[in-house]
């Protein structure tokens, strides 16, 4: 297979798709980049599938436009659109042998005997399963099963790329390492990704950048590390990854906790009903009167032992409660038990306030 970085644009705009009065997507507009590893992240129903089935053209919007390289799809249908698709249920042929199965799409697109046996062969070489193109579909693991997917999806060199939930019926370790040979392929090839999923941890390891959806609309689109760091709403904060929240004031340009002033930063979203955002690996144990943090007071409710970490929760009093998560064997000596009365310090750069939604 060529290592010319064939790939496209996608650039989404205003589509809607309503079934009856219900809007499976609300006026979505997002713009991909040429090569880049986008995931559609959201959970169950909240529109990830019909998007992706707007680009592969098995949904057609009510309204907007769907573009690949600046030119209009949304009435091209699905076999004119070059696209390698990978879904859970995508179901290989289970009367072909791999070498056949890979083979398909060539086929259809009418490669020679020859051209197709040379693809077929370094699409399988990719997903390290080029010893085994005799073996029938039955005699596969899931996981290999999953890789045959892949090649057969890559073998004819699409521009784009798209996987729904592709890894979902894996268990844990297969999944984890599908996931980094995924992003390797797609370095490799270079080819524009839409990559579907529902686990957070799965789209911060994979993507560029992510698409957080929920209810028919995209509410944040960023890198992992900006969607982490600087999730602009409350929802967004509590999808991906873990966080406490604690009610705040504004006023005088100044977030309160209570009557304290905090050392903060804004999100750049809406602030209706602020909460100041707290990340459990964020907070650490201080002396009282420690400079440079904002410091909250409480006592230790509970400790959760979770193999390389502990998990603390704190009670601030007021029915507030924030966790803290400190590694096993912290070279900073013990951890607090239950009882202990404890102060944590936050950074200020970690100090993010938010508001409830875009
Ligand atoms: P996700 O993939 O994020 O779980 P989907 O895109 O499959 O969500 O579905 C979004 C919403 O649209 C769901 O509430 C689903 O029930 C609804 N929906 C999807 N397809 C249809 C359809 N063909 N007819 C009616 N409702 C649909
Ligand atoms: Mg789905």
Request: charged share 25%; net charge neutral.
């Amino acid at each position: 297979m060529s290592d010319t970085k064939l790939s496209t644009s996608i650039d989404i705009e205003n589509v809607t798709k309503t079934y009856g009065s219900f809007a499976a997507l609300d006026n979505v507009s997002l713009n991909i980049r040429s090569g880049e590893f986008l995931s559609l992240l959201g959970s169950s129903g909240s529109g990830k599938t019909t998007l992706l089935m707007a680009l592969a053209g098995f949904v057609r919007p009510d309204a907007g436009s769907v573009r690949f390289g600046g030119r209009e799809m949304v009435f091209e249908p699905p076999h004119k659109r070059d696209l390698g698709m990978m879904f859970q249920n995508y179901a290989l042929f289970p009367h072909m042998n791999v070498f056949q199965n890979v083979a398909y799409p060539l086929k259809l697109r009418g490669y020679s005997r020859e051209e197709i046996r040379k693809r077929v062969g370094e699409a399988l070489a990719m997903v390290e399963l080029d010893k085994l193109v005799e073996r029938r579909i039955d005699e596969m693991s899931g996981g290999q099963r999953q890789r045959i997917a892949l090649a057969r999806a890559i073998v004819f060199e699409p521009k784009i790329l798209l996987m729904d939930e592709p890894l979902s019926a894996l268990d844990k370790r297969l999944r984890e390492t599908m996931q980094l040979e995924i992003r390797r392929l797609h370095e490799r090839l270079g080819m524009t990704v839409v990559y579907v999923t529902h686990d957070q941890r799965e789209a911060l390891t994979m993507s560029d950048r992510i698409a957080v959806m929920s209810q028919g609309r995209i509410q944040q689109v960023d890198t992992p590390e900006n969607l982490y760091e600087r999730p602009a709403n409350r929802f967004i904060a509590e999808f991906v990854g873990e966080s406490s929240f604690l009610p705040v004031s504004l006023r005088e340009g100044k977030a309160w906790h209570r009557d304290q002033p905090l050392n903060a930063v804004f999100s750049n979203g809406k602030l209706g009903n602020p909460h100041l955002v707290i990340r459990p690996e964020k907070l650490q144990f201080v002396d009282e009167g420690a400079q440079g943090f904002n410091l909250f007071r409480g006592q230790v409710q509970d400790v959760i032992y979770q193999g390389e970490s502990q998990l603390l929760q704190i009670d601030l009093g007021q029915g507030e409660q924030v966790s803290i998560r400190r590694p096993s064997r912290s070279s900073s000596g013990g951890l607090p038990s239950r009882g202990d009365a404890v102060v944590l310090g936050l950074h200020p750069q970690d100090c993010l306030i938010v508001g409830e939604s875009a």
